[in-house]
């Protein structure tokens, strides 16, 4: 019996030290802690009372586009150059996976470079009926705006107007699956007016801005209401520092993952809370 005893005890004693690795591995060290401060979103633009009027990129919602009779002449793909019959025959992937194009005049390209405030034609394809995720994600200022569409199998055509200059990288998604990217460089506007006025249907309810620090966890993925909107590598550098902007006014879930190189997830936490526009908060996780 005392022999059974010591290993008893022995083996409780392991189990408990094992389960205190465990823990200390799973959760971050510390409290999350939220801290919060004005904010303005960039690219206001001063008016002559001394109020800013405020400049939000936007992306209108998808038209259906009837391809037939409405073909691009070319499609460049980097310093490739083909007509589009060429394209869909060739490429075996194109029609079964989703695809995001910039649209000027008569050519589709994934690169293009425009003014802030110039409008960007878009062309979706989606080879399915299901949702669609657009990303636009900002390498300047390292924030990330997202788009949730309701797609029918076809194409469709979308404006958007970008504000902020620098460089942009669009993504689209269907389900599980990727689609490809497109990058936009936004050039500073050459001059601003000192007035102009306010179109009431281009009026922003407002944002806020998020930033999510640790010093301890890197690698980690950044989901609002379930969706995914970035990681803290969003920006090229893994340095444990995520930013994006959400709709303001609102009740959020944020939950912050980490994953290990199996995909296993060793790091979760979510908060819900109420975003006030115009704030800017700060998650500080350990």
Known sequence: MRLSHYLWVA????????????SAWAMPEGNPVWTEEPWTKPGGVSMENGA???RVTVLSDPIYFNLSGN????????????????????????????????????VWTRYGQVTAGEAVDLIVHTPRDGSGDIYLVSYANSTTMHWN????AGYYRLRLTPEESGRLFMLLSQGSDPGNA?????????????FSPVDVNSISMGDAFVTIKSQRIKGFDVF???VFYCNDNSDGSLDGIASL?????????????????????????EHTKSFNRDTHYTLQMD
């Not at 497109?182 to 000192?194: A, H, Y």
């Not at 902007?245 to 936490?269: A, E, F, L, P, V």
Request: with cysteine.
């Open 224 to 226: 609002v209401d379930g």
């Open 245 to 269: 902007t959400i709709g303001g006014g609102k009740t959020h879930t944020i939950t912050i993952s980490q994953r290990d190189g199996m995909g296993g997830i060793i790091n979760k936490n």
């Open 149 to 152: 569409f309701k797609f029918l």
């Open 71 to 106: 073909e691009p002449e070319s499609i460049h793909l980097g310093e490739r150059q083909l007509n589009s019959s060429d394209y869909l025959s060739n490429t075996a992937c194109a029609p079964l996976f989703s695809e995001l194009w910039i649209a000027k005049d008569s």
């Open 182 to 194: 497109l990058i936009l460089d936004i050039q500073p506007r050459q001059s601003e007016p000192s």
């Open 52 to 54: 800013q009027e405020s």
């Open 11 to 22: 083996a409780f004693a392991s189990t408990f030290v094992m389960l205190l690795a465990l």
